[in-house]
Nanobody
Framework: VQLQASGGGLVQAGGSLRLACVAS????????MGWFRQAPGKEREFVATISRAGTKRYYSDSAKGRFTISRDNAKNSVYLQMNSLKPEDTAVYYC???????????????????WGQGAQVTVSS
């Protein structure tokens, strides 16, 4: 499966952005989805994940209360609504897909099979 992320950009602190990730290819299989991010000089870190049916979500502490992950399986898409953005949210954001037959979610990078190319999010102070 191929993943294409979009929606990144430059925003002032306190603003909002919505990232989208569209899957193509083997979309007939079931995937849990996740968002990760990587800031310059730092390791890739988990942001949010959603189960294949969209019934379970899990967030990092830094994302909780500000970010919302959602999905539209009819459109093979997953979204990350980011509100109250802070300069420390500046990073390249990656969507990822994990082939699964369970209803759970996954919060570590090695658990994911497929990755998108990343979308740059820059938050100015």
């Amino acid at each position: 499966v191929q993943l294409q992320a979009s929606g990144g950009g430059l925003v002032q602190a306190g603003g909002s952005l919505r990232l989208a990730c569209v899957a193509s290819g083997d979309t007939g299989s079931s995937y849990a989805m996740g968002w990760f991010r990587q800031a310059p000089g730092k390791e890739r870190e988990f942001v949010a994940t959603i189960s294949r049916a969209g019934t379970k979500r899990y967030y990092s502490d830094s994302a909780k209360g500000r970010f919302t992950i959602s999905r539209d399986n009819a459109k093979n898409s997953v979204y990350l609504q980011m509100n109250s953005l802070k300069p420390e949210d500046t990073a390249v954001y990656y969507c990822a897909a994990r082939l699964t037959v369970t209803g759970t979610y996954y919060s570590t990078a090695p658990e994911y099979n497929y990755w998108g190319q990343g979308a740059q999010v820059t938050v100015s102070s």
